[in-house]
């Protein structure tokens, strides 16, 4: 009896499209069932599709979840482990966040999949270029910081003012929204009635785009930052905090797409969320209006989960 065919679109998701775009790449390609397994050098990544928890998603039915996870080597991971050492990776990060389960370390990301969604033009982009990218991005930036190499040069970000124009002119109906050159800044209200915090607001998740902020590895493209309210004197009790939020990022639950981490914010004592996307993303349509409105989606889902803590 021959053995079954992996199917081409597990539950929609066209992996054989994945396949077939890494393989004029360097990158060894191979399936096994529901999952694809690329090979870069000595990482191993695994886009795996799987059925949801529950499909229930109020208005909308999950369909799949995808997870990419990218096993860090084990010299790296035993690093990983020690306290504020993920912290300071994932200020690093790209498309996908270290995360530790069972005390494995990986890079994470995923996907949450809707039944007759036709997002794939943006969320193809994402897919293929954490696989080919959010790995050694961030190792690639943690080399250059610990060796004190200068940033990679690159061209010029592919993202313009008038990207940030069209961002504006869409938020700027749901919150408060500034753009600013190759820049945009939102506030996002976490509690009813909040808009600001430059009229007292405290609860309140500001968030940034800029085109002006190379990654050290990764070159130009659109650098994003999600600040979250919340503050946490304790070192070690944020630390925690911020490897739950990851985690709960992983879990097929109805979120927002996770193609980035959380880490230590701006004021360092508090929750932040960071993804870079490259150059070549700027393609995929209305990308940027996507990762504000997922990042408006995150900061009320994270504020819940800070508000138990």
């Not at 961030?138 to 970000?157: D, H, I, N, Q, W």
């Not at 800029?210 to 930052?225: K, T, V, W």
Request: aromatic letters at 6%.
């Amino acid at each position: 009896m021959f053995p079954k065919k992996p199917s081409p679109k597990p539950r929609g998701v066209p992996l054989d499209d994945l396949e077939a775009a890494l393989a004029p790449t360097t990158l060894k390609a191979t399936r096994k069932g529901d999952a694809l397994i690329v090979v870069n050098d000595n990482l191993t990544t695994r886009v795996e599709v799987e059925a949801p928890d529950n499909p229930d998603a109020g208005d909308a039915v999950i369909s799949a979840i995808v997870t990419i996870k990218t096993q860090l080597p084990s010299q790296l991971a035993a690093l990983t482990g020690k306290p504020g050492f993920a912290n300071m990776i994932n200020r690093m990060a790209t498309l996908g966040a270290v995360t530790e389960e069972s005390g494995q370390f990986y890079i994470g990301s995923r996907l949450t999949v809707y039944e007759g969604e036709n997002a794939w033009d943006v969320q193809f982009g994402l897919i293929l270029f954490t696989i080919i990218a959010a790995a050694d991005t961030m190792l690639g930036a943690m080399r250059r910081t610990f060796s004190s190499e200068p940033p990679r040069k690159s061209e010029p970000s592919s993202w313009t003012e008038q990207d940030f124009r069209f961002a504006q002119e869409q938020l700027s109906r749901i919150c408060v929204c500034t753009p600013g050159g190759l820049s945009l800044t939102a506030e996002f209200g976490l509690r009813s009635g909040e808009l600001s915090a430059a009229v007292g607001d405290r609860h309140t998740a500001l968030w940034q785009m800029m085109a002006d902020q190379p990654h050290p590895e990764m070159g130009s493209g659109l650098f994003c930052l999600l600040n979250m309210p919340q503050t946490f004197e304790d070192e070690n009790k944020l630390s925690s905090v911020l490897a739950e939020l990851n985690r709960m990022e992983m879990k097929g639950h109805d979120l927002p797409p996770h193609f980035g981490a959380w880490c230590v914010g701006g004021r360092q004592n508090n929750p932040a969320y960071v993804a870079f996307l490259p150059n070549a993303l700027h393609s995929s349509r209305g990308i940027a209006l996507n990762m504000s409105i997922w990042a408006m989606n995150r900061a009320q889902i994270a504020d819940a989960m800070l508000r138990t803590l």
